[in-house]
């Protein structure tokens, strides 16, 4: 930064090397030896949080901690293979499925012919499905009489690797399944619904079954083309690196994950971002035909067009953005009238546990 302000017009001489001298090099080589122990201790923090959260610790608090984790440093975690890294899997009760067909049959007693699949959204886990005492996947099961499995996985990894993962699973586990499935229904939270999107294409792609078996799936307040806080980072970045005296801090603003990345436009497909700017714009993928896709919003106004409602969405998720709507009609997403619906007066994570929201639900997987 020193070196930034030397060369700026009418700040004196530049610094022949980069590198300050005298009273000001002492002070800067010992800030670089405090750098260098900071940029350490990432691991070494990762190695003190590992043996407080014990993986054989199963208590939601513990998964509560690992999943915010995941969704901020899960690249990096399973980059460095490091244990706190979540690995995908379906569970029910937290505890994971064996995707085999006698397995199944003793871990889920009570399978039925509706298969219900639940994706959480970032920095969440599949326990959090339960919030104020109510779990979506659970009051289907009563109601509807869906047989619910939730699908645990590492939200800081790029929402195409989870999909193709997540397309896989799922073919292994409808193969598996202990009856003859009558109905297969897809819930995605935020980022699961993305995952959801992915996993489709990717699924349809490879040329598996399951996707012909999908009936429903339902968007819980999906960021399809993006959320403004993930580009308020952005333009943080950008700002820094437009400022002479700052650009050297711009590379901090880049320290968050490829899943939380990905949400700036809603990026879905690898294409999206090997090979190029992981903020470039992502290419246009419309909603499957062999399914009928529901999409539910909420607004944190009392009505979905006043100010407050057009500014702050469900306080994470513009009410365009989860409805699939975008300026460029070419881009947006061909939701029925009849299969959207707008919460009011409800925030993000409300979405799990508000009774309009299960209502609303109820009726379109009946």
């Known amino acids: ?141 009563r109601d509807l009489g869906y047989t619910p499995v939730y699908l645990h996985y590492n939200s800081g990894l790029h929402i195409s690797f989870n999909g193709r993962a997540l397309a896989q699973r799922l073919e292994q586990l409808v193969d598996q399944w202990p009856v003859p499935l009558e109905r297969l229904a897809i819930v995605g939270h935020s980022m699961g619904g993305l995952l959801a999107r992915s996993a489709l294409h990717q699924a349809t792609q490879a040329g598996h079954r399951w996707p012909s078996r999908l009936d429903d799936l339902v968007f819980l307040g999906t960021p399809h083309h993006g959320a403004p806080l993930e580009r308020a980072g952005h333009w943080v970045d950008v700002v820094l690196e437009a400022t002479p005296y700052a650009a050297p801090l711009a590379r901090l603003g880049k320290v968050r994950s490829a899943g939380i990345t990905d949400l700036r436009h809603g990026s879905l497909l690898d294409e999206d971002w090997m090979g190029r700017d992981r903020y470039a714009r992502p290419r246009h993928l419309p909603l499957p035909t062999t399914a009928r896709c529901h999409a539910a919003a909420a607004v944190m106004g009392r009505q ?53 929201v299960y209502a609303q639900l109820r009726q379109w997987l009946r």
């Open 1 to 141: 930064m020193h070196e930034r302000i030397a060369r700026i017009p009418g700040a004196g001489a530049p610094v022949p090397d980069g590198r300050a001298r005298g009273i000001s090099g002492l002070v800067y080589k010992s800030i670089r030896g405090v750098t260098r122990l900071v940029g350490g201790s990432l691991d070494a923090l990762l190695g003190m949080l590992s043996p407080g959260l014990d993986a054989d610790d199963t208590s939601p608090q513990r998964d509560a901690v690992v999943a915010a984790l995941n969704g901020v440093l899960g690249d990096y975690l399973a980059a460095t293979a490091n244990p706190l890294a979540t690995q995908m899997a379906f569970r029910r009760d937290g505890r994971p499925l064996v995707l085999e067909t006698s397995a199944l049959t003793a871990s889920v007693p009570d399978a039925g012919g509706r298969l219900l699949v639940l994706l959480h959204g970032l920095c969440m886990d599949d326990l959090q499905w339960r919030r104020e005492g109510h779990d979506h996947g659970a009051a289907l099961a």
């Open 304 to 356: 979905s067009g006043d100010l407050k409602s057009r500014l702050m969405g469900d306080g994470f998720v513009p009410l365009d953005s989860a409805l699939g709507r975008h300026t460029d009609p070419s881009r947006s997403l061909a939701f029925a009238e009849s299969r959207q619906w707008v919460g009011l007066g409800m925030s993000h994570l409300e979405l799990l546990n508000r009774s309009e």
